[in-house]
């Protein structure tokens, strides 16, 4: 079903100028309007669906009493941003989310100054509003920095940092913790919500404020149990403590539906004289939409989707996918050896975890969106005897970068990294690529790096990783399905930096380093119709190098092209640094390198990203028919 839904009441509303001109007993209306239109654009391009119907409310409620875009309103992770999307001018676009050239399925700088901080990684909210809200407050110019946080981004570390800064801004920042899984707060409740809305109230503040400015005149003992004695009543009512001692006005908890609620909350706060504020909303994810709500991991991240029936389009039948793969590979280590652990940061279904917890629960461990500890964690159970798997996203890797190096790399522990989504993701975009891994990793000493080329490829890394107690190894592998090739029954103990021949020629050498060894191939087969025969090397590392091999092909050969799922300064830059150093290119030897461009690659199809990116076969044989002054024919130029 792709028919839109009626909405006369949300198709008057453009922008939130235009919401603040209905009455309030309109909201009710628009919120259901708004949640229908939600449903039935993402049904139409899958996306992300349970968090932004958890948001409804709460979104029509902030543009309400807020000033945006001048009260600066950020969306942690922006993945709960499309009904903010749908409501900031960008309704008429909304069916083009996550597709080439369309929307961003996060919150996006460049796209509406409804977006003041893009936002794709979790728990950034809280610092970038501080920020907005500090320059403001320098400025002496009007305008909020107001936090949306939620989805278990309040497990990072980050967060705590910025709130425990928060005071500078005094009340130009305003927290808005979005607890869409009960995991802070007892169910919410009449009584709850009345005393969210009366310790937010002008009369109550102004008591409260009279009380302080009385106990500061007290002799300091007095003082401080008056103070704490405020304090512990509220949170004893309202399990604000902890938001208290970091600086914080705490409020809540409110039911995030209710806008009858909602709306005389946010306006106290918003007129409040006193300094940050947090307001506990409590949300359902997926929250009118039966299927997402009950199944609400199911609705996190959607394919198309039939409205009616709630039905997701199922991918075309094909190869199992590189991560579940890793884990059942994983699972067979951990069968043979107690000592097999593994570690995920909030990602459990993404990196095939969850199927190693049904198997190994004592040995799992989550430990939520906190990249940092998961690194430290593992440096620590490696450091008692332990062999233990860090399977994280190779974006979010990079957020641990501190730790790869001083709690493992200089170290020397053995933890073994499984990165899935290494290289171009598709419809998550810039934000979600695997881009930097190789160079970030392969810079470090002692820090093994391989890469599959296809999934039997993977099968042999993880066993080699198990077995691998030396040091820090680290494989990557892509997101999506396998190449069909058939899985070793027993996996291969690879040797440590040595790769392999996969085609023999003379004239030309294909380096490769990662999934693109299929494009190689097909590359390889156009040239030798050209009359050029080319070998074709998979080397597996990119630390450290099979030197060996890449002398003897630098020795045998007129043109080595390297050919990588990564940024600058990886594999390509580790071969010309071996090439020069061993003197290889004063013979007029001819070497190109091929990588990622240098740019941040919007959302599209893989097939396309790559294509745009110039890893493609095509775009092979052209840099080696350059790199030989060849014409498309094969034909020799004329040397200048």
């Known amino acids: 079903m792709t028919a839109n839904p009626a909405t006369p009441l949300l198709d008057t509303v453009d922008t939130p100028r235009d919401l603040r001109q209905l009455r309030p007993a309109q909201l009710r209306q628009l919120a259901d309007e708004l949640r229908a239109e939600t449903i039935s654009a993402v049904g139409q391009t899958g996306g ?44 008429d676009r ?19 100054e409804y977006d003041p901080f893009g936002a794709a990684h979790s728990s950034t909210s809280i610092s970038a509003a501080l920020g907005f809200a500090t320059a403001a407050k320098l400025r002496d110019e009007p305008g909020r920095g107001i936090a949306v946080i939620g989805d278990g981004a309040m497990s990072a570390g980050m967060a705590y940092e910025a709130m425990n800064n928060a005071k500078q801004a005094g009340n130009r920042l305003i927290v808005i913790l979005n607890d869409n899984d009960m995991s802070i707060a007892p169910p919410v409740g009449g009584l709850s919500a009345y005393l969210a809305q009366l310790v937010s109230s002008r009369p109550f503040l102004n008591i409260r404020e009279f009380a302080r400015k009385l106990s500061r005149r007290l002799p300091e003992p007095l003082h401080r149990a008056a103070k704490k004695t405020d304090e512990f009543a509220r949170g004893m009512a309202m399990g604000g403590t902890l938001f208290e001692e970091l600086g914080f006005y705490y409020v809540g908890p409110v039911d995030g539906h209710n806008l009858d609620q909602l709306i005389p909350i946010l306006e ?63 699972i067979a280590e951990a069968e043979k050896d107690a000592s097999i652990c593994a570690i ?46 860090c399977a994280i996203y190779s974006t979010f890797l990079q957020r641990a970068f501190d730790q790869v190096v001083h709690d493992v790399a200089i170290q020397n522990l053995p933890v073994r990294f499984a990165i899935d989504r290494a290289g171009l993701v598709g419809a998550d975009g810039a934000t979600h690529a695997g881009s930097f891994d190789i160079t970030y990793l392969a810079t470090l000493p002692n820090l093994v ?27 990557r592998y892509p997101r999506g399905n396998g190449t069909g090739v058939e899985l070793p029954e027993t996996p ?11 085609r023999e020629g003379s004239k030309v050498a294909l380096l490769s380093l990662g999934t693109r060894l299929s494009e190689a191939m097909k590359a390889a087969d156009t040239l030798e119709a050209k009359g050029l025969s080319a070998t074709v090397a998979d080397l597996r590392f990119a630390k450290p190098l099979d030197t060996a091999l890449i002398r003897k092909l630098m020795l045998s050969h007129d043109v080595i092209v390297t050919i990588e799922e990564g940024a600058i300064g990886g594999l390509g830059a580790h071969v010309l640094t071996m090439a020069s150093d061993e003197g290889l290119t004063d013979s007029g030897l001819k070497i190109r390198t091929m ?31 350059k790199a030989l002054r060849h014409n498309s024919a094969g034909v020799s130029e004329a040397r200048a």
Request: aromatic share 8%; charged share 20%; with cysteine.
């Open 449 to 475: 790096v391989m890469a599959a080329a296809d999934e039997a490829e993977l099968v042999h890394m993880v066993h080699t990783a198990a077995r691998y107690d030396a040091g820090p190894i680290a494989f």
């Open 94 to 112: 909304i069916r083009t989310l996550r597709q080439s050239g369309g929307l961003s399925g996060f919150t996006k700088r460049s796209e509406s």
């Open 595 to 625: 990588r990622l461009p240098d740019v941040f690659q919007d959302q599209d199809k893989p097939e396309v990203q790559y294509d745009a990116a110039g890893l493609n076969a095509p775009q092979i044989v052209d840099t080696v028919l």
């Open 268 to 330: 106290n706060v918003r007129d409040a004289a006193e300094g940050p504020c947090l307001i506990h909303v409590v949300t359902q994810k997926g929250k009118g939409y039966a299927p997402a709500e009950e199944a609400d991991d199911k609705y996190h991240g959607v394919q198309k989707f039939n409205v009616v029936t709630g039905e997701q389009a199922k991918a075309p039948a094909g190869p199992p996918s590189y991560t579940g793969i890793f884990a059942k590979a994983l």
């Open 344 to 389: 995920t940061a909030a990602m459990p279904s993404g990196t095939g975890l969850d199927k190693f917890a049904q198997a190994f629960p004592e040995r799992s461990f989550d430990v939520g969106i906190a990249e940092q500890h998961a690194v430290t964690f593992a440096a620590g159970l490696a450091a008692q005897g332990m062999r233990p798997f």
């Open 48 to 91: 992300h669906l349970g968090s932004g119907l958890g948001v409804v409310e709460l979104t029509v409620a902030i543009h309400y009493v807020f000033d945006t875009p001048a009260d600066r309103l950020i969306w942690d992770v922006g993945h709960q941003a499309y009904p903010h999307k749908i409501l900031t001018g960008r309704r």
């Open 492 to 502: 291969e103990l690879l040797e440590i930096g040595k790769g392999r021949i996969v």
